[in-house]
Structure formats: structure tokens, C-alpha cells
């Protein structure tokens, strides 16, 4: 059996858990809970189009940027300066905000 493994890095801009697969943010995509979307840039324009995920994570990004503020309003668990590149798309993880914390499963 493989073990899980743990991405500590980043920082939580909305507290909260999800478990989905990594899908990689596209434009004019929908997205629903099973869903944990990245992001190579921290805008707002993506938050609000991806606000149908399970989690978001953001290779830049900060506690106060709108973005950060939009998910917080929207409730959807995000972590901002995450090394994406350690992510593949259709991973199953489990995104627990508050710790910081991505867990590849």
C-alpha cells in the first residue's frame, strides 16, 4: 500500500477541508465540489469562476488580496503561495486549509 504524502507549504487565506481530485484552472470551465482548482495567479475573475470548488490553491497570492477575500465571502478553502509544480492534474488530495496542509493520496 502507498503511503499518503504531505505538501506542508503555503498559506491559508479561508479555513476549511476537501477532498477532490487537482484540476488545473481553464477558463470558461465548470467546477464543482470534487474539484480542488489551482492557479498559477491569484485574481479574482478566476476565484469567482471557480466558485463551484471544493478548495482552491494559488501559486501567488496573499491574506488580503481580493481574491483571498472573495473566497473567504464564497467560503471555499484556499491556500495561496503553494509549489504547484509538485501537483499533477487528477491527483486525489485532501486540502485542509486551516493546517496548511495538502495530502496526496
Not at 488545473?24 to 470548488?53: C, H, P
Request: charged share 20%; hydrophobic share 45%.
Amino acid at each position: 500500500m502507498k503511503a499518503n504524502k504531505i505538501i506542508q507549504s503555503g498559506m491559508c487565506v479561508c479555513p476549511g477541508t476537501a477532498r477532490g481530485f487537482i484540476r488545473f484552472f481553464r477558463q470558461n470551465e465548470r467546477y464543482g465540489k470534487e474539484d480542488i482548482v489551482v492557479m498559477e495567479s491569484w485574481l479574482t475573475q478566476q476565484v469567482m469562476a471557480a466558485k463551484g470548488a471544493g478548495a482552491l490553491l494559488s501559486k501567488t497570492g496573499g491574506l488580503t488580496s481580493h481574491a483571498s477575500i472573495i473566497a473567504r465571502e464564497l467560503q471555499i478553502p484556499a491556500i495561496v503561495s503553494v509549489d504547484i509544480q509538485s501537483l499533477e492534474k487528477s491527483q486525489e488530495v485532501i486540502v485542509e486549509a486551516e493546517e496548511e496542509q495538502i495530502t496526496i493520496l
